[in-house]
């Protein structure tokens, strides 16, 4: 019988707060990522609570338009997600998850004090008023709007910082090389996606519940509450914490091969791709990090950035890259098609977080005695998404493994084809709803009255959540897959920046969009006016409906054209080397 293999006491890649090696049973594991998963499911709980629940707020207190109101909660979270780029490299180059997730969590938290703070000074917000058709509002001052945009935009700092690292730091606890902490590190991951389940379901239910009928100084009062207690949390459990090296950021990489192939953008290209500078002959560390790719034809032009220039003296990173570095960022630059045309189900998506809910606040909203708040339909959004993913992995991957004969099931492609398909039939359903709204309105004469409740359901708007919802289950997951699967493996967290900027960019199309439609329609026959029941919202939706179709087309064009890293490989005689899990 063979003695049971022990692992070291400190680990070689890991040091603890003071600067030593890592000890391995006195640091890392369960305990110290159940701290990191506390500040997770706070900043999801704080996020959400703000943004699902912002149109009602902006309309019905800060007494903006439905067109303004909308784009304000669509660049809200649009910058967000694009500040977790910002967030992301300034933590692989500068500050280290830690301080990252430490410096912005505290941004988050003084982002949403001023935005408590203003909902309980007065002065703060415009005068009380009852919107209807002989009322005019008068919608909130410039000093009313600065702060509101401060606090707005000092929380989106905060997330985009925050969300940048929290998946990482929370890996780094686990040591890949021993099997035990290897299937601690899967479980992460799962318990990772469960409690930001938990936070948005906690948002949309009981925040929004409190918003709308305790006040929004106690709704946004306990959302400030939840960051500084996961704040207090995270950094109770440094001494536990393993920190790693940093790793230096991807777009530094993809810019030094851009730059270095423009030096030298007078140098003719060799025949032979054996005279490139090649990866054998560069540092030994950088060999271990990167896997060796084969040369190939297309964007030739960047090959220029791996010639050897004789007439530059000492070669550095920003004029000499290695044939692997160039074929690396040729990678990324094959995965832009497939990245432009998934944009579009995220602008489909900022829907249900802005007019969806201007929709239901119409609407009969009753289950017996009890209310609904308008932006608690938002649950069934949540609900869609954790179903559709037990019955994907249980009833379709099956059917899809004996009929596409793919051990997988559906590929990313395909399952960000199916969210693709879904979201347009989420905007369909979206605008018969709304002709169904307004025919209601008509009939009971209540086109004039913007505050008046029209005698349908709200329970019609249900199926845009719910394809929303089973969509983004489909897209989420293929786009991350896809972007995890593809990005070489010395540019790992470049899958990260992909996923997150088309979320970015999508509320911002819906943002522009909005713009424009109310910019040409304002005058007329406007699409977005402040009273829904004299617009045309469903030729919004249409207009979406058609934009995904478009969209679609593309996408499949670009899908087939496609070829994954494994097979492109494997036809060069490579084996592709294991990618680390990540989630975010």
């Known amino acids: 019988m063979s003695l049971p293999v022990t692992q070291g006491k400190t680990l070689p890649d890991a040091w603890d707060f003071k600067g030593r090696p890592a000890e391995r049973s006195k640091s890392g594991g369960w305990t110290s990522a159940a701290m990191i998963l506390g500040v997770e499911a706070c900043e999801r709980l704080t996020t959400l609570g703000i943004a699902v629940n912002l149109v009602t707020y902006l309309t019905d207190t800060m007494h903006l338009g439905n067109a303004t109101s909308a784009t304000t909660v669509t660049n809200f979270l649009g910058t967000s997600f694009m500040l977790c780029l910002l967030g992301g490299f300034i933590a692989d180059t500068f500050l280290g998850r830690y301080l990252t997730i430490g410096i912005f969590a505290t941004v988050q938290a003084t982002g949403v004090t001023i935005l408590t703070i203003s909902t309980v000074i007065p002065s703060l917000r415009p ?8 009322t005019t509002c008068t919608p909130a001052s410039g000093m009313q709007l600065i702060i509101l945009y401060l606090a707005l935009y000092l929380t989106a700092l905060g997330t985009g910082g925050l969300k940048s690292s929290v998946s990482g730091f929370g890996s780094d606890q686990f040591d890949e090389s021993d099997p035990e902490e290897r299937s601690q590190m899967t479980n992460f991951f ?17 925040l929004v519940y409190i918003q709308d009928n305790l006040g929004r100084e106690w709704g946004y009062g306990i959302c400030a509450c939840a960051i500084v207690i996961g704040l207090v949390v995270f950094l109770s459990g440094t001494k536990r914490y393993r920190f790693k090296k940093l790793v230096g950021s991807p777009l530094t990489q993809i810019a030094a091969v851009f730059v270095a192939a423009w030096r030298k953008r007078h140098l003719e290209l060799p025949s032979d791709s054996s005279l490139l500078f090649q990866i054998d002959n560069a540092a030994e560390g950088l060999k271990k990090k990167k896997q060796k790719l084969p040369h190939s034809k297309q964007l030739r032009f960047l090959d220029r950035a791996a010639i050897k220039d004789l007439s530059v003296p000492e070669a550095n990173k920003w004029n000499l890259a290695t044939l692997t570095d160039v074929e690396e960022v ?25 007019f969806s809910v201007s929709q239901a606040t119409t609407m009969d909203r009753h289950i017996g005695k009890f209310q609904i708040p308008p ?8 609900g869609s998404i954790l179903l559709t993913v037990p019955i994907y992995d249980k009833l379709i991957v099956p059917i899809a493994r004996k009929v596409l ?66 969509g983004e289950a489909f897209t989420y997951i293929g786009q991350l897959d896809f972007f995890l699967r593809e990005c070489p493996k ?14 970015s960019l999508g509320f911002f199309i819906s943002s522009l969009l909005v713009t424009i439609v109310h910019k040409v329609t304002g005058n007329k026959k406007p699409w977005l006016p402040d009273n829904l029941n004299q617009g045309r919202l469903y030729d919004f939706y249409w207009l979406l409906a058609i934009l995904s179709c478009l969209n679609l087309a ?16 494997a036809n060069e005689g490579i084996e592709l080397e294991e990618a680390e899990p990540t989630l975010h």
């Open 127 to 134: 005068l009380k008023c009852t919107r209807d058709s002989a």
């Open 190 to 206: 799962n318990w990772f996606f469960f409690f930001i389940n938990i936070g948005s379901l906690g948002s949309v239910t009981i």
């Open 330 to 354: 040729k990678l990324v630059l094959r995965m832009l098609p497939i990245w432009a045309t998934t944009v579009i189900f995220w602008t489909v998506y900022a829907q249900m977080t802005t």
């Open 375 to 382: 932006a608690s339909l938002t649950v069934f959004f949540v």
């Open 405 to 470: 004969k793919n051990p997988q099931g559906l590929t990313p492609l395909q399952r960000i084809a199916v969210g693709l398909v879904l979201s347009i039939i989420a905007m369909i359903a979206a605008a018969l709803t709304e002709i169904k709204r307004l025919r209601a309105a008509s009939s009971h004469g209540l086109t004039n009255d913007p505050v008046a409740q029209i005698p349908l359901s709200v329970f019609w708007l249900v199926p845009q959540f719910l394809f929303v919802g089973a």
């Open 490 to 503: 010395g540019m790992k967290t470049m899958s990260t920046g992909l996923f997150l900027s088309t979320l």
């Open 554 to 569: 593309i996408y499949l064009v670009f899908a087939k054209w496609y070829v994954y890293k494994d097979k492109r490989l």
